[in-house]
Nanobody, 129 residues
Framework: VQLQASGGGTVQAGGSLRLSCAAS????????MGWFRQTPGKERAFVAS????????YYSASVKGRFTISRDNSKSTVYLQMNSLGPEDTAVYFC???????????????????????WGQGTQVTVSS
Protein backbone atom coordinates (compact mmCIF):
# COMPACT_ATOMS: atom_id res chain seq x y z
CA VAL A 1 0.00 0.00 0.00
CA GLN A 2 1.34 3.38 -0.96
CA LEU A 3 0.13 6.57 0.69
CA GLN A 4 0.46 10.04 -0.77
CA ALA A 5 -0.25 12.97 1.54
CA SER A 6 -0.94 16.46 0.22
CA GLY A 7 -2.55 19.74 1.18
CA GLY A 8 0.03 21.14 3.55
CA GLY A 9 1.14 24.74 3.42
CA THR A 10 1.44 27.95 5.38
CA VAL A 11 -1.55 29.56 7.00
CA GLN A 12 -2.11 32.29 9.54
CA ALA A 13 -3.27 31.49 13.04
CA GLY A 14 -7.01 30.97 13.12
CA GLY A 15 -7.06 29.69 9.57
CA SER A 16 -7.90 26.32 8.09
CA LEU A 17 -6.30 23.67 5.93
CA ARG A 18 -7.47 20.34 4.58
CA LEU A 19 -5.00 17.53 4.19
CA SER A 20 -5.60 14.60 1.88
CA CYS A 21 -4.02 11.18 1.77
CA ALA A 22 -4.57 9.01 -1.29
CA ALA A 23 -4.00 5.28 -0.92
CA SER A 24 -3.20 2.63 -3.47
CA UNK A 25 -4.92 -0.12 -1.46
CA UNK A 26 -7.03 -2.49 -3.54
CA UNK A 27 -9.68 -2.64 -0.84
CA UNK A 28 -9.31 0.66 0.98
CA UNK A 29 -12.10 -0.14 3.44
CA UNK A 30 -9.95 -2.92 4.90
CA UNK A 31 -7.67 -0.28 6.41
CA UNK A 32 -8.14 1.98 9.37
CA MET A 33 -6.39 5.28 8.74
CA GLY A 34 -4.59 7.66 11.03
CA TRP A 35 -2.93 11.03 11.00
CA PHE A 36 0.17 11.78 13.04
CA ARG A 37 2.40 14.82 13.26
CA GLN A 38 6.00 15.47 14.14
CA THR A 39 8.10 18.49 14.99
CA PRO A 40 11.92 18.56 15.02
CA GLY A 41 13.41 16.79 18.00
CA LYS A 42 10.11 15.27 19.10
CA GLU A 43 8.48 11.91 18.61
CA ARG A 44 5.67 11.45 16.15
CA ALA A 45 2.37 12.26 17.86
CA PHE A 46 -1.10 10.90 17.22
CA VAL A 47 -3.66 13.31 15.79
CA ALA A 48 -6.73 11.38 14.65
CA SER A 49 -7.91 8.03 13.34
CA UNK A 50 -10.87 6.59 11.47
CA UNK A 51 -12.16 3.06 11.04
CA UNK A 52 -12.44 1.35 7.68
CA UNK A 53 -16.11 2.16 7.26
CA UNK A 54 -15.69 5.69 8.57
CA UNK A 55 -18.25 5.19 11.30
CA UNK A 56 -15.74 5.43 14.14
CA UNK A 57 -13.27 8.21 14.76
CA TYR A 58 -10.86 9.11 17.53
CA TYR A 59 -8.95 12.31 18.26
CA SER A 60 -6.14 13.46 20.44
CA ALA A 61 -7.20 15.87 23.13
CA SER A 62 -5.16 18.66 21.56
CA VAL A 63 -7.14 18.66 18.32
CA LYS A 64 -10.59 17.43 19.33
CA GLY A 65 -13.22 19.95 18.35
CA ARG A 66 -10.93 21.66 15.83
CA PHE A 67 -9.92 18.86 13.47
CA THR A 68 -12.16 16.42 11.62
CA ILE A 69 -11.01 13.19 10.02
CA SER A 70 -13.09 11.69 7.24
CA ARG A 71 -12.70 9.29 4.35
CA ASP A 72 -14.12 8.62 0.93
CA ASN A 73 -13.70 4.91 0.25
CA SER A 74 -14.79 5.34 -3.36
CA LYS A 75 -11.71 7.54 -3.86
CA SER A 76 -9.40 5.62 -1.49
CA THR A 77 -8.71 8.90 0.26
CA VAL A 78 -8.69 10.07 3.86
CA TYR A 79 -8.95 13.72 4.83
CA LEU A 80 -8.03 15.86 7.79
CA GLN A 81 -9.92 19.13 8.02
CA MET A 82 -8.04 21.44 10.35
CA ASN A 83 -9.74 24.55 11.69
CA SER A 84 -8.74 27.19 14.22
CA LEU A 85 -5.10 26.45 13.61
CA GLY A 86 -2.49 27.75 15.98
CA PRO A 87 1.31 27.89 15.93
CA GLU A 88 1.33 24.75 18.07
CA ASP A 89 -0.12 22.84 15.12
CA THR A 90 2.98 23.50 13.04
CA ALA A 91 4.46 20.11 12.14
CA VAL A 92 4.99 17.58 9.41
CA TYR A 93 1.78 15.59 9.12
CA PHE A 94 1.84 11.91 8.18
CA CYS A 95 -0.97 9.62 7.18
CA UNK A 96 -0.82 5.95 8.04
CA UNK A 97 -2.79 2.80 7.26
CA UNK A 98 -3.52 -0.15 9.52
CA UNK A 99 -4.85 -3.50 8.38
CA UNK A 100 -7.19 -3.38 11.39
CA UNK A 101 -9.81 -1.69 9.26
CA UNK A 102 -12.70 -3.60 10.81
CA UNK A 103 -11.71 -2.74 14.37
CA UNK A 104 -13.96 -0.11 15.90
CA UNK A 105 -12.37 0.25 19.34
CA UNK A 106 -10.02 2.90 18.00
CA UNK A 107 -9.40 4.40 21.41
CA UNK A 108 -7.65 1.22 22.51
CA UNK A 109 -4.95 1.09 19.87
CA UNK A 110 -5.10 3.65 17.08
CA UNK A 111 -3.01 6.25 18.92
CA UNK A 112 0.04 3.99 18.73
CA UNK A 113 2.28 4.41 15.72
CA UNK A 114 3.30 0.77 15.97
CA UNK A 115 -0.27 -0.26 15.11
CA UNK A 116 0.10 1.03 11.55
CA UNK A 117 1.51 -0.95 8.70
CA UNK A 118 2.08 1.73 6.08
CA TRP A 119 3.10 5.39 6.19
CA GLY A 120 2.97 8.27 3.79
CA GLN A 121 5.82 10.69 3.16
CA GLY A 122 4.51 13.62 5.21
CA THR A 123 3.31 17.09 4.35
CA GLN A 124 4.45 20.27 6.08
CA VAL A 125 1.94 22.48 7.87
CA THR A 126 3.17 25.84 9.11
CA VAL A 127 0.96 28.16 11.13
CA SER A 128 2.21 31.71 11.53
CA SER A 129 1.17 33.87 14.48
Amino acid sequence: VQLQASGGGTVQAGGSLRLSCAASARIFQDYAMGWFRQTPGKERAFVASISGTGRSTYYSASVKGRFTISRDNSKSTVYLQMNSLGPEDTAVYFCAASIRGLATALRAWSHQGSAYDYWGQGTQVTVSS
